[in-house]
């Protein structure tokens, strides 16, 4: 099993670089094949997001954020723990204002039937599938 950093993603996505682009293009190619035999964490897809999403440098769209980070984490090659979580999230982030990681609080209580999401942050209340309450 191999352990994917942010910025093999960062290149991969964006092809800003003209000899390690091209090489995480051809990395991620060999993970449409199984077995899994890559994985990486949620803090690094939340970077990658940080880093690439529309208020940085890169400027992408948070929908073409999201799709694409959906499209390297479905690879038959990629196993991700909580891949329907992580799914969930990239799709309220493509959709909403929502930052990530409050999209990945939101995917991961709906994933364990939460009973509430315990935050001071109004933007829970957006979502029909949670609640929210302040301690």
Do not use: C, W
């Not at 960062?10 to 995480?24: E, F, H, K, L, N």
């Not at 990530?100 to 209340?125: C, K, M, N, Q, T």
Request: charged share 25%; no cysteine.
């Amino acid at each position: 099993m191999e352990f994917v950093d942010t910025n093999v993603f960062v290149r991969y996505i964006t092809q800003d670089d003209a000899d390690r682009g091209p090489r995480a293009l051809e990395y991620f190619g060999a993970l449409e094949d199984g077995p899994p035999r890559a994985t990486t964490t949620e803090a690094i897809v939340a970077e990658v997001v940080y880093v690439i999403g529309p208020k940085t440098l890169y400027g992408l769209s948070r929908t073409r954020v999201a799709d694409e980070l959906a499209t390297l984490l479905t690879l038959p090659g990629f196993l991700f723990e909580h891949r329907s979580a992580m799914l969930r999230a990239l799709d309220i982030y493509g959709a909403t204002t929502v930052d990530f990681p409050d999209a990945l609080v939101v995917a991961h209580a709906e994933r364990i039937g939460a009973d509430a999401i315990v935050s001071f942050d109004r933007d829970y209340d957006r979502f029909p599938s949670v609640t929210r309450r302040e301690p």
